[in-house]
C-alpha cells in the first residue's frame, strides 16, 4: 500500500471520527457494531468501550428491541435505505432519538453492512440537510475506501502466500517433503487452517496432516494422529470427493460436519473446542487423476467464503497436486532404477560365475585334444585327426564367447584395470590389421593401405586398442560380400586421435544404429546367411573405449556400408 492511499485512508478516518453526527456500521443477521465514531459512542452509552460486538439493538434501550430490528432486518433485506419514523429511548432516560439506516451492498448484490445515523429529536432535526449529506458522503466513501483497501491487502497477501508456496513445492523432489510443504497451506486469514488427505494406490484414503496456526490447537490435533481419519461418509474432504462432488466444496456450517458423531469420543471432544467457520474442500487432480483433496477451515465463524477465496484455493491446490505427482512418478522412477540395478548387478553376479566354471572344463577339453593330436596314446587316422580340429575349433569358439561375457561383466562391474600409454597410432593400425589380413584376402575383399600420419601418437591401453580395432576388422570383413572394399584410417584433431575402419559392405539398418552397442544385440543380414556371435563384441569395445576416455561411434548407409570411428586422447607432444 502507497503512502498516498494510507494518507487518504487517515484523512477519511480522522473525518468521521470526529464529525458531529452520530454513526456506526454494524456487519451481519445480528446487526453486530464493528464501528462507532465518537459522537455516536457519546449519544449510545456511557461505557463505550462495551459497545463494539454487541447488537445495536440490544445496546440501546428494552424499548428499541422490538422497533428497530424490523428496520435494520428490512433494510439488510431489499438494499434500501430508511428512516425508523419512531422515536427511542436511550438507556438511563437521555434525550430521545430517531434512527436512519443506509445499507451498503456487495458486488454480488448482497447486503453485509448496515451505517446507522443516530439523531436527537430536538437537535438533530434542525440540522442543515448539506452537513448530514457531507457526512454521509463521508462514511459511505471511507467505507469504501476500506473495502478497497482490503481487498488489495488480501490480494497482496495472496499473491505472496501463492508465490512462496510454490517455491517450498518446487524445493524438493522427495514425496515426504512435497507432503509436508502441502500440509501448511491454509488461505491467509487469522486462524485459517487445512486438512490434507491424499488417494493411496489402491484407492485408500490417507490423512496426511491437519495444521492449524495456534501452538495449543495444532497440539490437540496432533494428539489425534492415526484416530481422526477420512470415513466414507463424511460430507466434506476427500470422501465426498471420492463420491464424484464437484471441483470443490463449500460447506457454511463446518461445525455439523466436522464434529460427526461417527467418529471416536476424543475426535469429538477436541474438535469441539476449535472455532471454525465455513470450509471448503478442492480436489488435488491431475490429467483428471485423483490424487486428493485439500480441505481449508476458515477460523471465523462469520466470514463467508467469496470467489476470491476459491480463486486462490484452487491455485494452490493445482500446484500442490502438480508437485505432488512429480514427486511420486520421481520416487516410481528411483525404485524403478534400483530394482533394474540390482537385477543388472544379479545377471552380471551370475555370467561371471557361469563363465569360470565353463570355462574350466572347456580348457580340459582343449588340453585332452592336445595330447591326443600329439599321438602320445597311439597313432590317429586323417579323419581321426579331422575330428579333432573340430572338436577344438568349437572348444576355442566357446571360449571366445566365455572371454566375452567375462569381460563384458568386468567392465560393467568397472573392474578392469587398464594401462595407459603413448602409442603410435599408424604402427597399431598396421599390426591390427596384419591380425586379420589372411581374412581378407580368404573373403576376396579388396584392401589398399593403411592410411595415417607416421607420426601421429595417442594415449591408451594397447591390448585393448587391439582387441577394439581386431573386432571392427572383423566384422567389417564378415558384413561384406566379395568385392567390396576395406578402409583403415588414422586422424586428428585438437585433442583427439581418430582410428577409422570402414567398409562398403552391406551397412547397417536405422532403426539399428541406436542398439547395436547394447549387449546381446547382433545385426541381422539375410544377404550373408546365419552369423556367429552372441553380440557382445561392439557393446564391450564401446566400453573399453570410454573406459580409456574415449568413444566408439558408428555411422551408415543401408546397402553402401559402415564406418566405425574410434575416438581416443592424444599424446602430448
Known amino acids: 500500500m502507497n503512502d498516498e492511499v494510507r494518507i487518504s485512508q487517515d484523512s477519511f478516518a480522522w473525518a468521521v471520527e470526529h464529525v458531529a453526527e452520530a454513526f456506526a456500521l454494524t456487519r451481519g443477521e445480528r446487526h453486530t457494531i464493528i464501528y462507532a465514531n ?20 440490544e445496546s440501546l434501550s428494552t424499548e428499541a428491541n422490538g422497533v428497530l430490528r424490523p428496520v435494520l432486518d428490512r433494510a439488510r433485506r431489499t438494499g434500501l435505505g430508511e428512516r425508523s419514523g419512531v422515536i427511542v429511548g436511550l438507556v438511563g432516560g437521555a434525550s430521545p432519538l430517531s434512527c436512519t439506516v443506509w445499507p451498503d451492498m456487495l458486488r454480488n448484490g448482497d447486503t453485509e453492512h448496515l451505517v446507522v445515523e443516530l439523531r436527537r429529536a430536538s437537535a438533530d432535526d434542525m440540522a442543515p440537510t448539506t452537513h448530514r449529506a457531507v457526512a454521509e458522503r463521508l462514511l459511505l466513501s471511507a467505507l469504501r475506501e476500506q473495502d478497497a483497501a482490503r481487498d488489495a491487502e488480501v490480494s497482496r497477501r495472496g499473491a505472496a502466500l501463492l508465490s512462496a508456496e510454490s517455491r517450498r513445492l518446487s524445493e524438493s523432489l522427495d514425496e515426504r517433503a512435497t507432503l509436508a510443504a502441502m500440509s501448511r497451506m491454509a488461505l491467509p486469514h487469522p486462524g485459517d487452517w487445512c486438512i490434507v488427505d491424499t488417494v493411496g494406490p ?23 494422529d492415526g484416530r481422526w481419519l477420512p470415513r466414507d461418509d463424511d460430507e466434506y474432504g476427500l470422501p465426498l470427493a471420492a463420491r464424484g462432488a464437484g471441483p470443490w466444496i463449500i460447506a457454511s456450517d463446518s ?19 476449535i472455532v471454525t467457520g465455513p470450509l471448503m474442500t478442492v480436489l488435488l487432480t491431475v490429467n483428471e487423476r485423483l ?33 505432488l505427482d512429480r514427486s511420486r512418478l520421481y ?12 537385477a543388472n548387478e544379479a545377471k552380471s553376479a551370475f555370467l561371471g560365475m557361469m563363465s569360470h566354471e565353463l570355462r574350466t572344463p572347456l580348457n580340459a577339453i582343449g588340453g585332452y585334444v592336445d595330447l591326443l593330436d600329439l599321438e602320445l596314446h597311439g597313432p590317429l587316422t586323417e579323419l581321426q585327426k579331422q575330428d579333432l580340429g573340430r572338436i577344438r575349433s568349437n572348444q576355442r569358439y566357446l571360449v571366445g564367447l566365455i572371454n566375452d561375457l567375462l569381460n563384458l561383466t568386468k567392465v560393467a562391474g568397472g573392474k578392469l584395470g587398464y594401462s595407459i600409454t603413448d602409442i603410435n597410432a599408424c604402427d597399431l593400425l598396421t599390426e591390427c590389421v596384419a591380425l586379420v589380413h589372411p581374412l581378407i584376402g580368404q573373403n576376396q575383399l579388396e584392401f589398399d593401405r593403411v592410411r595415417c600420419d607416421a607420426q601421429l601418437t595417442l594415449r591408451g591401453d594397447r591390448e585393448k586398442i587391439i582387441q577394439i580395432l581386431v573386432n571392427l576388422l572383423s566384422n567389417a570383413i564378415k558384413f561384406s560380400p566379395p568385392g567390396r572394399r576395406i578402409i583403415v584410417e588414422g586422424a586428428r584433431t585438437s585433442d583427439r586421435v581418430l582410428l577409422l575402419v570402414a567398409d562398403t559392405g552391406i551397412g547397417i ?13 547382433q545385426v541381422k543380414s539375410d544377404t550373408l546367411g546365419q ?15 570410454r573406459g580409456m576416455h574415449g568413444d566408439l561411434v558408428v555411422e551408415s548407409t543401408l546397402g553402401e556400408g559402415s564406418r566405425f570411428t574410434l575416438t581416443l586422447p592424444i599424446a602430448a607432444t
Open 202 to 224: 489402491r484407492g485408500s484414503m490417507t490423512r496426511q496432516a491437519v495444521t492449524h496456526p495456534e501452538p495449543a490447537t495444532q497440539a490437540a490435533l496432533s494428539a489425534l
Open 291 to 323: 490424487l486428493g483433496a485439500v480441505t481449508f477451515v476458515s477460523g471465523e465463524p462469520e466470514r463467508l467464503l467469496g470467489a476470491d477465496d476459491i480463486a486462490l484455493a484452487e491455485s494452490l491446490t493445482s500446484r500442490s497436486a502438480l508437485a
Open 331 to 342: 520416487g516410481e522412477a528411483i525404485a524403478l532404477r534400483a530394482r533394474a540395478e540390482s
Open 255 to 273: 461445525h455439523a460436519f466436522l464434529h460427526s458423531a461417527s467418529h471416536p469420543a476424543d475426535v469429538r471432544d477436541v474438535l469441539a473446542g
Open 38 to 57: 465518537a459522537a455516536f459512542r457519546r449519544m449510545a452509552v456511557p461505557d463505550a468501550a462495551g459497545l463494539i460486538g454487541r447488537p445495536l439493538d
Open 509 to 521: 539398418p536405422a532403426h539399428q544404429l541406436d542398439i547395436i552397442f547394447d549387449p546381446f544385440v
Open 531 to 545: 552369423q556367429s556371435g552372441v553380440g557382445l563384441g561392439l557393446a564391450i569395445s564401446r566400453s573399453l573405449a
